[in-house]
């Protein structure tokens, strides 16, 4: 060994711990482990505290994004997206179903799904303690009347959209418009 070749000394980084959310470092964002600063709190947090939209690059903490999207889901927001202003980056839930509770998560899915049924498809229960989401799949057709909600059992006018009407059919419910109210009954029609 040649007395006047000195090793270089090993640089020392100090890493920190990742998370789920966050996919595994390359050796550039090792050395890079400054402390980045949150678009909603203005926080500076390190990195395994933060959360990257790779598709518009803000930084976000934790805890600001899962409230963010919390409240989006909340107010039934099916389209999130990145909280900083004037970017108009989509948030995916599997991008983040990691940070946010299980609940919302869940929400999001089903809200993106029943977003995806057509409109003429949709029926919801008229009953205020009920209104459930209905899905007419009816592939032939076919007019139906008389349905009996899954959730509550009750009887309603699929057509009518109201509490079921049997002593008279739809075209004599529609003159008449006459709904009685009843508690617990969702009247506008």
């Given at each position: ?55 518009c690059n803000h930084h976000c903490c934790v805890d600001c994004i899962s409230q963010y999207v919390v ?119």
């Amino acid at each position: 060994m040649d007395p006047s070749h000195q090793p270089t000394p090993p640089v020392v980084v100090k890493a920190e711990p990742i998370t789920e959310h966050s996919p595994s470092p390359s050796p550039s964002q090792i050395i890079d482990q400054k402390p980045k600063l949150c678009g909603i709190c203005f926080i500076f947090k390190n990195d395994s505290n933060m959360f990257k939209q790779k598709s518009c690059n803000h930084h976000c903490c934790v805890d600001c994004i899962s409230q963010y999207v919390v409240s989006e889901i909340n107010n039934k927001v099916v389209k999130v997206y990145c909280p900083i202003q004037n970017c108009f980056a989509k948030l995916k839930r599997e991008n983040l179903q990691y940070i946010l509770p299980k609940e919302t998560s869940d929400k999001w899915e089903l809200a993106k799904y029943v977003s995806k049924i057509d409109l003429e498809q949709k029926t919801y229960c008229p009953f205020k303690n009920c209104s459930v989401l209905l899905v007419n799949d009816n592939e032939r057709s076919e007019v139906v009347t008389s349905c009996e909600c899954p959730a509550c059992h009750r009887l309603f006018c699929a057509q009518c959209k109201v509490p079921w009407h049997g002593n008279m059919n739809c075209g004599e419910f529609r003159r008449t418009r006459r709904v009685k109210v009843e508690p617990g009954l969702d009247t506008q029609v």
